[in-house]
């Protein structure tokens, strides 16, 4: 996993899956990072799907970015985003926003997140893209 930017406390993540290769996704970093940085209430993390092959498993990525949003061990969504910092803005704050709401993410989700969230340790941390 990249470095780390420093220690965040949270119970919210926002997962970016993404490929160094991608250029959607190097474009698409700069407004992850602000976005991060805007929102202290959740962790933020990059995750190069490629060097992170065995945590992705069997999933398939298809479109970039693919963005996983959960909240502790809840994934409250989990699939493809325009590349555009605010659609991801809108969607954190509404989720936040809808407490009591109960998650619908399919099996595949919920382990990839398992697996995630095994990486990344009982700290959470926001990670720095490329």
């Given amino acids: 996993m990249p470095a780390r930017l420093g220690v965040l406390m949270s119970e919210w993540f926002v997962v970016c899956l993404c490929a160094g290769w991608c250029g959607v996704c190097k474009e698409y970093s700069a407004g992850f990072r602000a976005l991060a940085s805007r929102h202290p209430e959740a962790a933020f993390h990059w995750v190069d799907i490629e060097d992170e092959a065995d945590v992705m498993g069997d999933v398939d990525v298809e479109t970039f970015p693919t963005l996983l949003i959960a909240c502790g061990a809840e994934v ?32 595949e989700a919920r382990a990839l997140w398992h697996r995630v969230r095994g990486v990344l340790g009982p700290g959470t941390a926001c990670t720095d893209p490329p």
């Fill in 76 to 107: 409250h969504h989990f699939g493809a985003l325009p590349p555009q910092p605010e659609v991801l803005a809108r969607l954190l704050s509404g989720f936040q926003a809808e407490s009591g709401r109960v998650p619908r993410a399919d099996a």
